[in-house]
């Protein structure tokens, strides 16, 4: 065997090789790997996208969450002034029922205290009328003594 015969051969081969590798292993390698790199890109870029969204989301949220908070202290500050007003509302119709009772009361004892009188008057008329029948020792007669007893009663 010759060496240089076997090292031209296997230098051959080697081109033959190369050769082949370059023409059809080379760019379907080629396009896997720039498929590849395109799907790592695109991938990448969407993670940016997404996590731009997700801060303009959590902005967007922050936001809602202090508008919510604003007008729940509205609510409460609307709420609490309302209660307010129903109470000052309360009172005044509470002062107004309490004296509404208290005109109704002060009539119903001055009526009270005029039935009082009349029966006190009455009752005096009746023990002057029996003093009197004792006095005299006779029975005085109502009916003829009317003028007397009323003007008796009027005057007590």
Do not use: Y
């Amino acid at each position: 065997m010759n060496i240089n015969f076997t090292l031209i051969s296997q230098a051959m081969a080697f081109a033959i090789f190369i050769w082949f590798t370059v023409r059809f292993v080379w760019p379907p390698l080629m396009r896997a790997i720039e498929n590849r790199q395109k799907t790592i890109a695109d991938g990448l870029a969407a993670g940016e996208r997404g996590k731009r969204e997700l801060e303009l989301a959590s902005q967007r949220s922050g936001d809602v969450v202090r508008e919510a908070k604003q007008r729940a202290s509205d609510i409460i500050a609307q709420a609490e002034k309302r209660a307010a007003e129903i109470l000052d509302e309360a009172k005044v119709a509470a002062r107004e029922e309490g004296g509404r009772i208290l005109v109704g009361a002060k009539a119903e004892v001055e009526q009270e205290v005029f039935r009082a009188k009349e029966v006190l008057r009455q009752q005096v008329a009746d023990l002057a009328l029996a003093g009197a029948a004792k006095i005299l020792r006779r029975e005085v007669d109502e009916k003829a003594h009317a003028e007397l007893l009323a003007s008796l009663k009027a005057e007590l």
